[in-house]
C-alpha cells in the first residue's frame, strides 16, 4: 500500500492542490484537498506512516484547507477550511493550518460516526486490553497518553475512544497527539531519547495557546485495524507535586464520570447507556493524581500486570 | 397515589446491589441512585400505590418518620421526571 513517505515532498505538494489525496487514519478515509504549503508540510512529517487512496477513491469526510482569494490572502494571510463544501471553523492564520486539519478531523469523527459509542478520551493498548483515559483539557490526559505511547503501550487515539456496538471493542484511530503549552518542552525532554519522537513546530493560538503535534508510533499506525478490549478506565489528574495516586472508582461512579465524556451518549440513548453499561461492567475504573511521569508509567505498568 | 411515568421503561444497572444507575428513556438523563429507590421504582412498576401502601410494601414501620423520608424520596423521583402522581388521588 502507498503510504505518505512513498511521496517526495514536492509529490505531496502537488496532489494536495491538483485532485487532493485520500488519506486513511484507522478506519476512516480523508479526503484532503489543499494548495496550503504548511499543511503539506505537517502531513509530510506527521503522517508518514499512513496509506494513501487513489483520489477517486470513497472517503468517509473531504475536508478542503484553502487561502481566500481577497486581500487577506496577502494581508495577515488565512486558512479557511471546508467540510463537504462548508465553512467548518472561522478563518484561522495560515501557520495555523496544520492544527486547524487535527482540529477538522477530530470533528468529522466527533460528528459523524455515531454508529460507535465516543468518548473523549485517551485510549492505549497492551497485550490486547485497552486502558482508556477519559479527561477535561488541562488535565494532563495527552501529556500522560504521549509518555505511555512511546514507552511500551500502543497507541490508539490521544482524543477518540471509539465503541463498536457489536462486539464493544474499541476501534483505533491513531493520529498525531495534540500538546500544549508547558506539556511541548515536557515531552521534548522526556522523548530525547527517541529517535522516532517527531514534532511539529509549536504554533501560538489564540483559542488553545501554544499547540504542537507528536507523531504517532509507526507501530500504532500499522497495527491500526487490530481493535482493542476495554480493561482500564482511568480519570487521570496532573497536580504539580502531587504524589502518585491510584484510587479504585466504583463502577456506578466510573459510569457517571464516562457519560460526562461521551460526544453522543445521548444521542444513542438506551443503546448507549447499555454499551457503557457493559464497558464498565468488565473494565477497573480508577482515579489517578500524578505530577512525575516515571511513576505514571510505573503504575500503569503495574495495571497492565494485572490478571 | 403515585406512579411510572407512563412510558417508561426503567433501564438500571448495579455492580454491587447498592449504588445503581439509572437511565430514564423518556429524558435521556442517566441518574445515580440507591436500593431504595429502585425498590420504590419496582413496586411502582407493578401497580400504582400510595405513600402508606408502599410503605407496607417496603415493610417499614408506619411512622412519621419513616413517611417523611419515603415522601423526600418520592419527592426526588418526581423531580427526576421518573414518578408522577396520579390525579385520582
Not at chain 1, 484553502?66 to 490572502?73: D, I, K, T, V
Not at chain 2, 419515603?70 to 418520592?74: E, G, I, T
Given at each position: 500500500m502507498l503510504t505518505v513517505a512513498h511521496l517526495t515532498r514536492a509529490e505531496l505538494g502537488a496532489r494536495l492542490a491538483r485532485d487532493g489525496i485520500v488519506l486513511q487514519t484507522g478506519g476512516f478515509l480523508v479526503h484532503l484537498h489543499s494548495s496550503v504549503p504548511a499543511l503539506a508540510d505537517g502531513i509530510a512529517l506527521m503522517y508518514r506512516d499512513y496509506p494513501l487512496h487513489p483520489p477517486g477513491a470513497f472517503a468517509h469526510f473531504r475536508?478542503?484547507?484553502?487561502?481566500?482569494?481577497?486581500?487577506?490572502?496577502w494581508y495577515r494571510p488565512q486558512v479557511h477550511m471546508r467540510f463537504d463544501g462548508e465553512a467548518?471553523?472561522?478563518p484561522l492564520p495560515l501557520a495555523h493550518a496544520f492544527p486547524m486539519l487535527e482540529w477538522g478531523l477530530n470533528w468529522c469523527v466527533a460528528n459523524r460516526a455515531h454508529r460507535y459509542l465516543?468518548?473523549?478520551?485517551?485510549?492505549?493498548?497492551?497485550?490486547?486490553r485497552a486502558v482508556i483515559l477519559p479527561a477535561p483539557p488541562g488535565s494532563g490526559k495527552s501529556t500522560l497518553c504521549a509518555a505511555l505511547a512511546y514507552r511500551g503501550w500502543r497507541l490508539l487515539s490521544d482524543e477518540l475512544t471509539l465503541i463498536r456496538p457489536e462486539d464493544g471493542l474499541i476501534e483505533p484511530?491513531?493520529?498525531?497527539?495534540?500538546?500544549?503549552?508547558?506539556?511541548?518542552?515536557v515531552m521534548r525532554s522526556y522523548l530525547a531519547d527517541s529517535d522516532h519522537a517527531v514534532f511539529t513546530v509549536p504554533v501560538d493560538t489564540t483559542l488553545k495557546g501554544l499547540v504542537a503535534h507528536l507523531r504517532a508510533p509507526a507501530d500504532a499506525v500499522a497495527r491500526s485495524s487490530e481493535s482493542a478490549r476495554p480493561a482500564w478506565i482511568v480519570f487521570p489528574r496532573y497536580q504539580a507535586?502531587?504524589?502518585?495516586?491510584?484510587?479504585?472508582?466504583p463502577p456506578a461512579h466510573t459510569h457517571m464520570d464516562l457519560a460526562k465524556n461521551a460526544f453522543n451518549y445521548s444521542l444513542l440513548g438506551a443503546r448507549g447507556f447499555d454499551m457503557l453499561a457493559d464497558m464498565v461492567g468488565n473494565a477497573r475504573g480508577y482515579r489517578y493524581t500524578y505530577s512525575k511521569l516515571d511513576e505514571a508509567i510505573a503504575v500503569f505498568d503495574q495495571l497492565a500486570a494485572q490478571p | 397515589m403515585w406512579r411510572l411515568m407512563p412510558g417508561l421503561a426503567l433501564r438500571y444497572r448495579t455492580w454491587d446491589n447498592e449504588t445503581y444507575v439509572l437511565y430514564n428513556n423518556l429524558s435521556g438523563d442517566t441518574h445515580l441512585t440507591d436500593a431504595a429507590a429502585i425498590e420504590v421504582l419496582e413496586l411502582l412498576r407493578q401497580s400504582p400505590a400510595a405513600a402508606r401502601?408502599?410503605?407496607?410494601?417496603?415493610?417499614?414501620?408506619?411512622?412519621?418518620d419513616s413517611l417523611a423520608q419515603?415522601?423526600?424520596?418520592?419527592a426526588e423521583l418526581r423531580g427526576q421526571a421518573l414518578i408522577e402522581s396520579t390525579p385520582a388521588c
Open positions: 475536508l478542503t484547507l484553502h487561502r481566500p482569494a481577497s486581500l487577506r490572502r467548518l471553523f472561522k465516543m468518548i473523549h478520551a485517551a485510549v492505549l493498548e497492551r497485550g490486547g484511530v491513531p493520529r498525531p497527539v495534540s500538546l500544549k503549552n508547558a506539556s511541548i518542552d507535586g502531587a504524589p502518585s495516586t491510584l484510587e479504585a472508582l | 401502601s408502599l410503605l407496607s410494601a417496603l415493610q417499614l414501620d408506619d411512622t412519621p419515603l415522601d423526600s424520596l418520592l
